[in-house]
T-cell receptor, first 113, second 115 residues
Framework: DGGITQSPKYLFRKEGQNVTLSCEQNLNHDAMYWYRQDPGQGLRLIYYSQIVNDFQKGDIAEGYSVSREKKESFPLTVTSAQKNPTAFYLC????????????FGQGTRLTVV | AQSVTQLDSQVPVFEEAPVELRCNYSSSVSVYLFWYVQYPNQGLQLLLKYLSGSTLVKGINGFEAEFNKSQTSFHLRKPSVHISDTAEYFCAVSAQSSTLGRLYFGRGTQLTVWP
């Protein structure tokens, strides 16, 4: 079945550690996105990528980094510079068209202790 | 840039009652409009979208939405809700002029259906 897979579903890390969230899609979509979700805040865009080896900052990129070495994969690293990393992280993909449906993964809940 | 306002953060209703979830947007360019649903601890799923044509759009699970350009609104409605409709609902827009499908989301409305 085609879709987006995020792993792990739950992640616990100590403060000051970097952590990488995985996102893989087999939908052959060019565009991929990372969103952060906090209660009552909606979804805020962290990074997006339109094509392999290219990515752009979203609205809240500070303390995060990404790579896009393969069309199928768009991992997100939450660095120690991110001041409040505990959140629900969602990966999405779409075709290259502003009217297109975005397909979302099941999310990763990151808790930093 | 675009922005989306969902006027109600929480909407409680009884089963089989009608419901309306309100969404207003702001944009200096023409937009496409979307409603997504999120069940607990899951990703988002598209309910419906408005691209052009008829302003009344029908989606999955019996939901529909009406685009009102003069009021810059895209309210979501269902004539009779079920317990299983309990979820968070997000309104979103994207700029028609953009080649990238970047979405701007509202803060969400939690719909709770009581028996």
């Amino acid at each position: 079945d085609g879709g987006i897979t995020q792993s792990p579903k739950y992640l616990f890390r100590k403060e000051g550690q970097n952590v990488t969230l995985s996102c893989e899609q087999n939908l052959n979509h060019d565009a991929m996105y990372w969103y952060r979700q906090d209660p009552g805040q909606g979804l805020r865009l962290i990074y997006y990528s339109q094509i392999v080896n290219d990515f752009q900052k979203g609205d809240i990129a500070e303390g995060y980094s990404v790579s896009r070495e393969k069309k199928e994969s768009f991992p997100l690293t939450v660095t120690s510079a991110q001041k409040n990393p505990t959140a629900f992280y969602l990966c999405a993909s779409s075709i290259f068209y502003s009217g297109a449906e975005a397909f979302f993964g099941q999310g990763t809940r990151l808790t930093v202790v | 840039a675009q922005s989306v306002t969902q006027l109600d953060s929480q909407v409680p209703v009884f089963e089989e009652a009608p419901v309306e979830l309100r969404c207003n947007y702001s944009s200096s360019v023409s937009v496409y409009l979307f409603w997504y649903v999120q069940y607990p601890n899951q990703g988002l799923q598209l309910l419906l979208k408005y691209l052009s044509g008829s302003t009344l759009v029908k989606g999955i699970n019996g939901f529909e939405a009406e685009f009102n350009k003069s009021q810059t609104s895209f309210h979501l409605r269902k004539p009779s809700v079920h317990i299983s409709d309990t979820a968070e609902y997000f309104c979103a827009v994207s700029a028609q002029s953009s080649t990238l499908g970047r979405l701007y989301f509202g803060r969400g409305t939690q719909l709770t259906v009581w028996p």
